[in-house]
């Protein structure tokens, strides 16, 4: 007798006929649906590593997280493109230096030294390192007839810029002068150009030097 013609015996025996066995296991799949098989517990290495992630990962948040204060973390918040220029940072004598080169600069030249018996220098200048209502004034109004600079002797006209320039730029230019060239001298403010333009008044009439020396010091 081989095996095979054993277990066939066998079956016989236990009386399995084709028809029982699919009745016994159409039994058996009701009471495991096919579903159940999906499900499966995390392997306990990996929940542990879960874990431990969370545990970190909060411990970190209360460090690190400042309670989310909007203050810090404003999603918001405007920030600077990186290599903007912030205005409030340019120095006033930076700015001036601009309006400087495009208006005074043609006759008191971009080195400050002006032309002989023409223009008068800034560099070195007692005026322009002197009081500054003086001149504020000649920027606003003009300046006619003789007036001496660093002892020598010069008799123009420079041309009215109070309508061209505003406040702050006549005030930026001024600092530019009183602190370039090795001239040393406070920074004039545009609240003092517009206290000085509103004291004008009516007046258009260029100054002469004898008058602006009896005003101020
Ligand atoms: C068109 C030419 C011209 C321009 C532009 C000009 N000036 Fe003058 N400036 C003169 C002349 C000329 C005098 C002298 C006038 C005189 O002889 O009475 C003078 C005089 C002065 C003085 C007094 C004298 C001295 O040399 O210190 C100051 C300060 C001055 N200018 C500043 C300025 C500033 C600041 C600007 C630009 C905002 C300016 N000037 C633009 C021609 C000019």
């Known amino acids: 007798m081989s095996a095979n013609s054993d277990k066939d015996f066998h079956l016989e025996q236990g009386g399995a006929s084709d028809d029982s066995i699919q ?29 431990t992630a969370v545990f970190f990962g909060s411990i970190y948040l209360a460090h690190y997280s400042i309670r989310f204060d909007p203050l810090v973390v404003n999603e918001h918040a405007k920030r600077e493109k990186p290599g903007a220029v912030v205005a409030t940072a340019v120095p006033p004598a930076v700015l001036g230096k601009k309006v400087f080169s495009n208006i005074c600069a043609t006759c008191h030249q971009a080195t400050g030294l002006g032309v002989p018996g023409v223009y ?38 420079m041309a009215p810029l109070g309508a061209a320039l ?50 101020g010091h």
């Open 23 to 51: 009745q016994v296991h159409a039994q058996l799949q009701k009471q495991k649906p096919d579903k159940a098989n999906g499900y499966s517990f995390l392997p306990l290495g990996i929940l542990g590593l879960m874990c």
């Open 120 to 157: 008068p220098p800034l560099a070195g200048s007692e005026w322009a390192q002197g009081d500054e209502e003086r001149i504020i004034r000649i920027v606003l109004l003009g300046l006619n007839g003789p007036i001496t600079v660093e002892g020598k002797e010069f008799n123009n006209v």
């Open 166 to 215: 505003k406040d702050d730029q006549i005030a930026n230019a001024l600092t530019y002068v009183r602190q370039e060239w090795g001239n040393k001298a406070p920074e004039v403010k545009a609240e003092t150009v517009s206290r000085i333009r509103a004291e004008l008044g009516a007046r258009t009439a260029p100054w002469t030097a004898a008058e602006l020396l009896k005003i």
